[in-house]
């Protein structure tokens, strides 16, 4: 359950973020969205609220498991998609990120995991844009407020997209989201995991959970409280707060990725 500050009215919430998506697909001119439906409470997520939006007919679900995926998540990713009516493409991104390996002249067993796991996700979003392309669609984003806070994404990857639903909304909030639409219990409740090699989760990589990362990042870029007041007022220990901010600070690249001298040759 979330705590109470962080409590939100989940039906103000569905309409906002629905009528956005259809504001923004009729804009576009675009036939749907296409999204990647990776078993996570992010995507199911996005996934329902889209459904809701536009119909199942316009929105395009794809597995984009690889030979280190789990067995678990592309069930869970299959449940979802039942459950909301989708029609759901499988393709295994196996030989894509194989091909990227032998070019660099690493293999799976070679490669280190970062280099392995982000070629997985940018591989990921190469196929989401060649759908959306040759159909004429939009990519939905599945990013959070969490995520984007704390660049928990790989930039030019899973961070990727033509429009972001639930980018306002942190992890807490995202799950118990879930659970309110209705989508299957293992899809909001599974302990979040990009699932880019085996046991892989976020709690393993970033040494914090999410309660706790989305407590300060509340207490800070919601209610502007400094960091180093955050353990006094939220009862936080110092040293997750220390934690959090770093992974703001050392992910800021990743928010405003375009860095330039000047925007024109008249300001020299």
Not at 29 to 36: E, M, Y
Not at 105 to 121: C, D, F, H, Q, R
Not at 136 to 153: A, C, K, M, N, P
Not at 250 to 264: G, I, N, Y
Request: net charge neutral; glycine share 8%.
């Amino acid at each position: 359950m979330l705590p109470p500050h962080l409590r939100f009215d989940f039906r103000r919430a569905e309409e906002v973020i629905k009528e956005f998506i259809r504001k923004t697909v009729e804009a576009s001119g675009a036939s749907g969205v296409v999204i990647g439906l990776s078993g996570g409470s992010d995507s199911s997520v996005t996934a329902a609220l889209a459904v809701r939006a536009l119909g199942a007919d316009k929105v395009k679900a794809l597995r984009l498991p690889d030979r280190e995926s789990s067995r678990e998540s592309l069930e869970i990713a299959g449940k979802v998609a039942d459950t909301l009516g989708l029609e759901v493409v499988t393709i295994d991104i196996t030989p894509m990120v194989e091909s990227f390996l032998r070019a660099l002249g690493l293999t799976y067993e070679t490669a280190p995991k970062i280099v392995k796991g982000n070629i997985k996700v940018r591989s990921r979003m190469v196929t989401l844009y060649a759908f959306a392309n040759k159909e004429g669609r939009l990519v939905l984003g599945t990013s959070d407020r969490s995520e984007w806070l704390i660049g928990y994404f790989t930039k030019w990857g899973d961070g990727c997209a033509d429009l972001y639903p639930i980018i306002g909304l942190y992890k807490t909030q995202v799950m118990e989201f879930g659970k309110w639409l209705g989508l299957p219990e293992e899809a909001v409740t599974r302990p979040p995991t990009p699932d880019l090699w085996p046991g892989h989760t976020a709690y393993e990589e970033l040494g914090v959970t999410y309660d706790l990362i989305d407590e300060v990042l509340y207490r800070v870029f919601d209610e502007g409280i400094p960091p180093g007041k955050v353990p006094e007022v939220a009862g936080v220990p110092e040293e997750v707060v220390k934690r959090v901010m770093e992974l703001h600070k050392a992910s800021e690249h990743k928010r405003t990725p375009l860095k330039m001298p000047f925007k024109s040759f008249k300001e020299l």
